[in-house]
């Protein structure tokens, strides 16, 4: 009787992970069609568009689309802007948040806690409330159609989230690491670069990914903010072309296609410590 209880066990579990692997290939399927099928979509033209056959492969590949998207469209003025507003963003993100998570989270010093509190405060802060002061404050510095319009609040509310990240991930961190550094006649300044941030990089590419999303999605800002169409965003961009291409939907999706592009390059870079962040995380929980 054991041994066919044993055998009756194995079996069910065989056949629970055979379902559990093809729900998850359902799912699979589910999260990425959308994608191929942007990507059928901006290989076609009108007729076949408006034919019903908006689903299926294109009959012709038409490539020449992308080619009038980056040329015609101008999406490859767009694409620069938007890399690098969302670069310098990222980068300002980081520098700025893990010198500060790590002045929080492992000096003593007297308003650490309040500062903390403070910096915490910005993530309940909407942005359609902020959107008027930020206006007004850019028009005063004369920073309204210039990079620095974006740059600025982009960086100013990714720093919050950012610096609730990296400080837990320092606070996780054992104190003999500094005592050691310290015995080794390691300045702050060195510790800081040479040994903890190397420890954080889950953390650092957590922030990267969630700052990236923040910056190269966004359209609020980028679209009160910037009105000439030399420093305009992708977003921006896209928007425009629905108006001057209306009829050409086939460069429309390139257009889509090539703003999607580096979205799913850098999850593909950076998923691995994302995952490893989460799971340190729920080790540290």
């Known amino acids: 009787m054991s041994t066919a209880k044993v055998v009756l066990r194995k079996r069910s579990n065989y056949f629970g992970k055979i379902l559990l692997q093809l729900f998850l290939i359902i799912v699979a399927i589910v999260q990425i069609y959308p994608l191929i099928w942007l990507a059928f979509f901006s290989l076609k033209d009108n007729s076949e568009i408006f034919s019903g056959d908006v689903v299926g492969l294109p009959k012709e590949f038409l490539w020449s689309n992308y080619v009038k998207a980056l040329s015609d469209g101008n ?11 969302t670069s310098v963003s990222i980068i300002l993100v980081l520098i700025l948040a893990s010198m500060t998570g790590y002045a929080v989270a492992r000096m003593n010093w007297k308003f650490s806690e309040l500062t903390m509190t403070l910096i915490l405060l910005g993530m309940m802060v909407p942005i359609h409330a902020a959107l008027l002061p930020l206006f007004m404050v850019l028009k005063n510095l004369h920073l309204l159609n210039t990079y620095w319009s974006l740059i600025i609040p982009y960086v100013a509310f990714g720093i919050p989230l950012a610096v609730f990240i990296v400080s837990s991930f320092f606070k996780g961190l054992p104190r003999e690491l500094e005592e050691s550094a310290v015995i080794d006649g390691c300045g702050i300044y060195r510790t800081f670069f040479s040994i903890m941030l190397p420890l954080i990089s889950p953390a650092i590419a957590t922030v990267a990914i969630f700052t990236f999303l923040s910056c190269w999605n966004e359209l609020m800002f980028a ?24 009829t050409q939907w086939g460069i429309i999706g390139a257009g889509l296609m090539i703003a999607t592009i580096p979205t799913i390059v850098i999850y593909l870079l950076l998923n691995k410590q994302v995952q490893k962040s989460m799971i340190a995380g729920a080790i540290k929980g």
């Open 75 to 85: 999406v490859l003025t767009y694409f620069f802007n938007s890399v690098l507003v």
């Open 223 to 246: 679209t009160t903010f910037i009105n000439d169409s030399l420093y305009q965003t992708l977003t921006v961009g896209m928007m425009s072309m629905v108006g001057t291409y209306i």
